[in-house]
């Protein structure tokens, strides 16, 4: 996600000032929630004008995701070789990203914008949730393979339950209920007949 995407022809790009537009867009987030975020408040802040502004992000939804992007990113799930540890690096990935205040602002606005801007919310799930659900779900399969969970998990049911639970712990509520959660889900996994339908 990339502002390589997003940028319109024009006039080289000024460095200072594409910062200074990110960090303006980044202040509203977290100040003021999404609705603030116009064209015209951020120039207002960022010192530059709406046309500079409208000159390298063509849409509100563009904009916010590149000046997010470092906290909305969730990554991938590495192979460690272990499935508890696979499992629990997923988890923590999760659970970092979607308790850090602007990742919760922007992932909230990329839900509930689906009608307004569908594009943001498809590109919010092709280049942040897909990547780490992909790597999740091998995980997953990696674990099932080592006998390490029945041969009759079912990988997109456990994945739904982890996301489910995390986003209901951190993003929807007013202070993340992490204390414990990293535990309670890996305990959920390997020990509960919930990580299969039987």
Known sequence: MTDTNTRRPGRPRDEATHEAILEATRR????????????????????????????????????????AASHIDIGKVPDTGSSREDLTMAIRQLITTFSDPLAGVVIMAAIANLDNDLEMATTFRNDTVYPWRSTAGEAIRRAVDRGDLPA???????????VGTVFQCTITMATPMTEGLEDALIELAFRSPGSSRR
């Open 28 to 67: 509203l987030l977290l100040d003021e929630g999404y609705h603030s975020v116009t064209f015209e408040a951020v120039a207002r802040s960022a010192g530059t004008s709406r046309s500079t502004v409208y000159r390298w992000w063509p849409t509100r939804g563009a904009l916010v995701l590149e000046a």
């Open 152 to 162: 009759d998990t079912d990988v997109q049911f456990l994945l739904n339950v982890i």
